[in-house]
């Protein structure tokens, strides 16, 4: 059973353009929820994280906003450049708990 | 500083072999993981380390699959009689402490391919 439901699984956005990625989970047991970009053959990087007492966060071109009653988190990139072209994973785990749950990633295309 | 590191970048075996993957975590990082990232999928924890403790590996699929962790740093993670469905990336993460507000700094993964 998939602990974190993303979509969409891929995503092509005009340069400049706004690219949304969403998340949601069940277990309410989920305290914090970090994203992740991933390049071809590298290592998930951690991009931007939010824990639930605050519905928005922001850094740079990267915004996560976060609605606990849902249950839902979304990703947000403004002014989306083609460098940003890349796989993104939301995930999720509990403050006392060992394992992150992933999301099954975003492909995202970013056109010039 | 150095990052996670991990060897081989790539492997190609028969199988059946047995297959051991290394991970050297990032100095100083108290907590280590392992997961398992197939084509267009998500990715699949496998068993986390946490100092001395006794590590979970709740994650991992079968027993043929097994981890070490020595001295609390260099891992290896371990496939016996490998299967074709093994195929995958593995991918190694450290933090500071296995708590969630410590981000996991992840490696570039093993890509293994089993014929």
């Known amino acids: 059973q998939q602990q974190v439901k993303q979509s969409p699984q891929s995503l092509i956005v005009q340069k400049g353009g706004i690219s949304i990625i969403n998340c949601a989970y069940e277990n309410t047991a989920f305290d914090y929820f970090p994203w992740y970009q991933q390049f071809p053959g590298k290592g998930p990087a951690l991009l931007i994280a939010?824990?639930?007492?605050?519905s928005e966060k922001k850094e740079g071109r990267f915004t996560i906003s976060f609605n606990k009653s849902a249950k839902q988190f979304s990703l947000h990139i403004m002014d989306s450049q083609p460098g940003d072209s890349a796989t993104y994973f939301c995930a999720a785990t509990p403050w006392t708990g060992n394992q992150f749950y992933f999301g099954t990633g975003t492909s995202l295309t970013v056109i010039p | 500083g150095a990052g996670v590191s991990q060897s081989p970048s790539n492997k190609v075996t028969e199988k059946g072999k047995d297959v051991e993957l290394r991970c050297d975590p990032i100095?100083?990082?108290?907590?280590l993981y392992w997961y398992r990232q197939s084509l267009g999928q998500g990715l699949e924890f496998l068993i986390y380390?946490?100092?001395?403790?006794?590590?979970?590996k709740s994650g991992l699929p079968s027993d043929r699959f097994s981890a070490e962790r020595t001295g609390g740093s260099v891992s290896t993670l371990t496939i016996q009689r490998t299967q074709q469905e093994d195929s995958a990336v593995y991918l190694c993460?450290?933090?500071?402490?296995?708590?969630?507000?410590?981000?996991?700094?992840f490696g570039d993964g093993t890509r293994l391919s089993i014929l």
């Open positions: 380390f946490q100092g001395n403790s006794a590590p979970d």
């Open positions: 100095s100083g990082h108290t907590a």
């Open positions: 939010i824990r639930p007492d605050v």
């Open positions: 993460a450290s933090s500071l402490a296995g708590k969630g507000l410590q981000p996991q700094h």
